[in-house]
């Protein structure tokens, strides 16, 4: 488990006082696969740095499984750093260093014997699928490989968290999505607790348990990937997941609607994506309903409904009639014409 006490970083430039982290309390849980998104400069990985200290807090504690980072000698956090692997966008290669030599300088550095190193290094490119490019030097590899070794290095020592800063962001969505998958295999098999920094929200659909959105150095929302997309509290985290699920209405379709109707976006949550919910509400009332927009996505298999719909009919029937979807657990807002 790691937990983020008050951290608090400030860093002294030229200018004066830049603020990276304000205050920040976090728990992230052991196994998770935690996100952390927000625009540039938010201070994704100023707090990133912070968990292994790659960058020291102004002030705050670090808690990993109990043992707070920020109390250690330089000697103890050196070995405590090893238990602790980091993956970056533009991977961090050594260049004139062949694959399996970048991957054994991680074992060397942590003191292993070389009888270990080798056994241990064809072991690591099996598990990422680059068994047959021990030999190769970074520049003869593609984006995706590279991450590969980024990962099989950041895994020699058997670490129990992976921070992950913008893994896929130099990658094209195929080799997102293999390096997503590895990540989401590794997490399964080894148990890892990974901490991933995107500015994508899909990354977050796919991949992510639980999230926390960044804005000026702080964390203004966090919770479920599930929650986060189902019930977004903040403006921004409204803007990040607009992108993925919400959806405008061509102009077009506005100008052939009914004036006297209403348009209404029904979100349906957990099981009531699964009913026949709809079809219950029109039997049970004499209004119509023309669907305009319909989508399920499925967020670590929960279903998460969204239709947009034009209601008809009787002033009182069409309250009535929303009434009985927010009974039955459906999440109902009134669209305005937006273009
Ligand atoms: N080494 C540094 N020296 C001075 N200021 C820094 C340093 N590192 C980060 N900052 C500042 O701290 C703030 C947060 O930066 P940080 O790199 O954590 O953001 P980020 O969310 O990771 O952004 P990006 O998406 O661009 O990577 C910014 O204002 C940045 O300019
Ligand atoms: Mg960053």
Known sequence: MIQLIDLHKEYKTKKGMVLGVDRVNLTIRKGDIFGIVGYSGAGKSSVLRCINLLEKPTSGKVVVDGVDLTSLSKEELRVARQKIGMIFQHFHLITSKTVFENVAFALKAAGKPPSLIDKRVTELLQLVGLADKAEHYPAQLSGGQKQRVGIARALANDPQVLLCDEPTSALDPTTTQSILSLLRDINKTLGLTIVLITHEMEVVKDLCHHVAIMQDGKIIEEGSVYEIF??????????????????????????????????????????????????????????????????????????????????????????????????????????????
């Open 230 to 339: 189902a019930n977004p509290v903040q403006p921004l985290t409204r803007e990040f997941i607009a992108n993925t699920l919400e959806f405008k209405l061509p102009r077009k379709l506005w100008d052939k609607l009914d004036p006297a109707g209403k348009v209404v976006k029904v979100l349906f949550r957990d099981e009531a994506a699964e009913q026949a919910i709809i079809y219950d509400m029109l039997k049970a009332s004499g209004i119509k309903a023309n669907i305009l927009h319909g989508k399920i996505e499925y967020i670590g298999d929960k279903p998460l409904g969204t239709f947009i719909m034009e209601v008809t009919g009787e002033p009182l029937e069409i309250d009535n009639a929303l009434q009985y979807l927010v009974d039955r657990s459906c999440g109902v807002e009134v669209v305005d014409r937006v273009e």
